[in-house]
């Protein structure tokens, strides 16, 4: 009878003891659930920085996409002059404009020669030349060779003291190359710092034959970068685009 009771006792401690660990098992839980109560409004402010960081980084990546499709602006180191320092940039100008001209020429591409050009005679020029030279490509059906690419090889470049704040000469020799075959020719630029930007005041490529040869004159080596600026030697030029164009025709 004893040990019967023994056991007994036993087995209701036991149930008492699972009992008591099953109660603070229960407060740890609770405890640990209030510890996560407390803790989830700074989760969830931390997720809403990622998501708000995430957004920036798209509006940043647009930005910058819109950016990139307008013309860049090539920057002197000096706002208020020019210097042989300026090289690089003045190449990498020159070099892009080169790109988006014979893009232009043989594959209809859009120019925007306001943003690289500083004077008016001297884009009027270019636009027409653009003009003829498509039109006179797209007449003989050479259009369908796209220009791929325009490589620049080793350029010269100068740089000239004048009373305006001096200019740069460089010389790119270019290869252009099409779906079917390249060809190559040398382009002159006369660049100035107008305003802390640098633009191109003059711009000749003078292979035989080239559309600059026939107009503006044969073997020219440019060098004066006012040029453009002479209203009356613009007309002339103008003059002979006219009839230069319609003696092809």
Known sequence: MKARLKILLTFCLLITLSGC???????????????LI????????SKESIEVSALNKEITLN????????????????????SIQDSETAYEMCARVLTDYYKAVWNGSNIEMGAFIGNVNLEQYTQKKIQYQFD??????????????????????????????GFLYLKLPVEIKKTVGSYGEPTEFLVRNVNG?????????????????????????????????DSEWAKKVDLKQIEFSSSIQ
């Open 21 to 35: 660990s099953t109660t603070m098992e229960n407060k740890e839980s609770e405890q640990n659930t209030d510890k």
């Open 38 to 45: 407390d803790e989830e409004p700074e989760t969830i402010v």
């Open 63 to 82: 930005t910058e996409r819109n950016v990139l499709q307008d013309p860049p602006e090539y920057v002197a180191k000096n706002k208020g002059g020019l």
């Open 136 to 165: 006179l490509y797209l007449t003989h059906n050479l259009t369908d060779n796209l220009v791929k690419s325009v490589d620049v090889g080793t350029f010269e470049v100068e740089y000239t003291d004048d009373v305006a704040g």
């Open 197 to 229: 930007k640098l633009v191109i005041v003059d711009w000749y490529t003078g292979t035989k034959d080239s559309y600059d040869f026939m107009v503006r004159g044969e073997n020219l080596t440019i060098g004066n970068p006012n040029i453009w600026d």
